[in-house]
């Protein structure tokens, strides 16, 4: 491979990526506005989903809201019944925030057409292009979350 190709090759892969984060976003923001919720609701589901349970307070600094619109931001959850609050056992004043029972079929139904062409999508590589593949949203993942961390130390 010349140097020429693997320059070419590398703007094609960045342009890719910037592609696809570009088109993501544009895909969240649709479903968010499809399903009434902002994208702050949808990150707050999102991290739920993954640890089952939070505080109030940890959602907070997730998100980065204040305390106040994390409790608005909860509210409007709890209504769409997408989240429970109930007692925290180790806080008498606090409260821990789980998904609703029902809200993981409900969210899933939203997201079956993406899951289909993604499965479709992954299907047709190879097991070689799919390690290639994983490995480099791998690293990506990793990259921004380092990046992410040296604005958060920088402010």
Not at 3 to 16: S, V
Not at 44 to 63: D, I, N, W, Y
Not at 102 to 111: I, N
Request: net charge neutral; proline share 3%; aromatic share 6%.
């Amino acid at each position: 491979m010349t140097n020429a190709t693997k320059t070419e090759l590398e703007k094609r892969a960045l342009a890719a990526v910037r592609d696809y984060g570009v088109n993501l976003t544009h895909f969240r923001n649709a479903m968010n506005e499809w399903a009434g919720l902002n994208a702050t609701d949808m990150e707050c589901l999102r991290l739920l989903f993954q640890k089952g349970v939070a505080t109030p307070s940890e959602l907070a600094k997730h998100t980065g809201l204040t305390s106040g619109a994390t409790t608005a931001m909860l509210d409007r959850l709890e209504k769409a019944s997408l989240i429970e609050r109930r007692p925290n056992p180790n806080d008498r004043r606090g409260s821990l925030i789980t998904p609703a029972e029902m809200s993981a079929a409900k969210m899933a139904s939203w997201f079956a057409s993406a899951r289909e062409a993604q499965a479709e999508l992954i299907a047709s590589y190879s097991e070689s292009e799919l390690a290639i593949i994983a490995d480099a949203f791998e690293r990506f993942a990793k990259l921004w979350e380092q990046e992410r961390g040296k604005l958060q130390r920088d402010s």
